[in-house]
């Protein structure tokens, strides 16, 4: 199977940056697709970014220019740098996989536990 750690996460004042990495481990034969998702207090779910293996990158309109997200295929870990952060951005991160699995033909989506950041004005 595939697991995806992430580390980073935390609280942070208005304007400060944070950094969230996940790296995917297991029986991986490739990844297509990685991404961000967030879901704030009392809302559903959201895209934040998403980035392809070739490096092509998308990111939700409320982040552009403040969020980048990066990954490293050797190490199949996918970023999400975070800088001049609102309290807006306040919510559970979560990350995202598309991966298939050795000697299987279907790919699946996998997440990570997600981490939450807090951003206080």
């Known amino acids: 199977q595939v697991q995806l750690v992430e580390s980073g996460g935390g609280l942070v004042q208005a304007g400060g940056s944070l950094g969230l990495s996940c790296a995917a481990s297991g029986s991986i034969f490739t990844i297509n697709a990685m991404g961000w998702y967030r879901q704030a207090p009392g809302k559903q779910r959201e895209l934040v970014a998403t980035?392809?293996?070739?490096?092509?990158?998308n990111y939700v309109d409320s982040v552009k220019g403040r969020f980048t997200i990066s990954r490293d295929n050797a190490k199949n870990t996918v970023y999400l740098q975070m800088n001049s952060l609102k309290p807006e951005d306040t919510g559970v991160y979560y990350c995202n996989a598309d991966a298939k699995i050795r000697f299987w033909s279907t790919f699946r989506d996998y997440w990570g536990q997600g981490t939450q950041v807090t951003v206080s004005s």
């Open positions: 980035i392809t293996s070739s490096g092509s990158t």
